[in-house]
């Protein structure tokens, strides 16, 4: 049975990018295989430096994913920071990674341009999430487009060290959907939380109608045909939240004309609202029942750890640490 492992790092309230890129496609391989699903709170680190923003984070990315459908008795559901041993395996794997591969890395250059304050963290953010994966024997990573790279540095490195010190790692595959691999944002980039054009998976009624009759538009009228309607972020994003007939209908309205953008809007509101009903009562329900949370992440480390071990005692000896 194969592995699959993916994590959300805990830098801000989760997006429908992370859930249609990474949150909806790890839950559905859940039933048919081996899940593995973690916060990556070390990963945080990188960006973030106030500690109860990421204890705050933390527990609500917890909710949203039980929330989403996570289920403990299918998944090991854990924090990042309580298995230590990721840290000693990124050593391990560091030390073999070549500083090329690592300045090659297009979240590096990406975040950095767009103002990130480089630092060491950042830049050997890679050689950080190839332990997390190798850590567990993973044989499939649900990830979205713009982290393929990255797993396959993981690839990379798994593959020099089993060159280097004799067959230890599994050498794991991304697993991408291409059609919600890349989300758009309001602002037609990708979805992201670092670019503040995130639509929140549980925001706020008012505020989440407020940020999405705020998408801007051209300035077409409603009559006007619009044969590029695909590309119109509105619909994009219809596609995703609406059933697809419904998705179809308003394309074609808007590429025929007569279909006015403040009523497009007002649709995919409504199809966003009501796309994440059931897991915003259920989230309420876990938000009023945290030990039952804390109890899930803790006996997820359990299970992980009882793992990680077994890994990390094989990269010691196959390394000459013993």
């Given amino acids: 049975m194969p592995r699959i492992l993916t994590g959300i ?79 000693e395996l990124t050593w391990l794997l560091g030390t073999l990674t070549p500083m090329g591969l690592l300045e090659r890395a297009h979240s590096y250059k990406d975040k950095t341009a767009k103002g990130l304050s480089p630092n060491f963290g950042l830049f050997a953010y890679p050689v950080l999430m190839a332990a997390d994966i190798l850590l567990f024997d993973t044989h499939i990573v649900p990830v979205g487009r713009d982290q393929k790279q990255h797993v396959e540095m993981t690839r990379d490195i ?19 959907r291409d059609e919600v691999a890349v989300v758009p944002g309001l602002d037609g980039q990708k979805m992201s939380k670092s670019y503040g054009n995130t639509v929140e998976i549980f925001g706020e009624e008012k505020a989440m109608r407020k940020k999405i009759m705020g ?24 596609k995703l939240l609406a059933p697809a007939d419904v998705a179809a209908d308003h394309e074609a309205r808007l590429r025929a004309g ?17 796309f994440f009903a059931a897991a915003r009562a259920k989230r309420a329900e876990l ?36």
């Avoid at 705050?56 to 090991?76: F, R, S």
């Avoid at 998408?215 to 695909?230: C, H, Y």
């Avoid at 007569?258 to 009523?263: A, E, N, Q, S």
């Avoid at 039952?292 to 990390?312: C, I, N, P, S, Y």
């Fill in 9 to 87: 790092t805990p830098s801000g309230t989760l997006h429908i990018g992370n859930y249609f890129g990474a949150m909806r496609p790890a839950i559905e391989l859940q039933a048919g295989g081996d899940a593995y699903y973690f916060i990556a709170d070390y990963h945080s680190m990188t960006s973030l430096h106030d500690p109860a923003k990421r204890r705050g984070y933390t527990h609500g990315i917890a909710l949203d994913w039980l929330a989403c459908g996570l289920d403990p008795a299918k998944a090991v559901f854990w924090r990042q920071s309580d298995i230590p041993e990721v840290c």
């Fill in 158 to 176: 798994a593959v020099k060290f089993n060159l280097t010190y004799g067959e230890t790692f599994v050498v794991p595959a991304p697993d991408i």
């Fill in 215 to 238: 998408l801007v538009m051209d300035s077409r009228t409603s009559q006007e045909p619009k044969p590029d309607a695909e590309k119109n972020i509105a619909i994009q994003l219809m």
């Fill in 258 to 274: 007569g279909l006015g953008y403040g009523d497009l809007k007002k649709a995919l509101f409504a199809h966003y609202w009501d």
């Fill in 287 to 322: 938000a009023a029942n945290p030990d039952f949370v804390e109890k899930v992440l803790r006996d997820g480390a359990e299970r992980a750890r009882a793992v990680a071990d077994q890994v990390m005692a094989r990269a010691r000896t196959a390394c000459g640490l013993r």
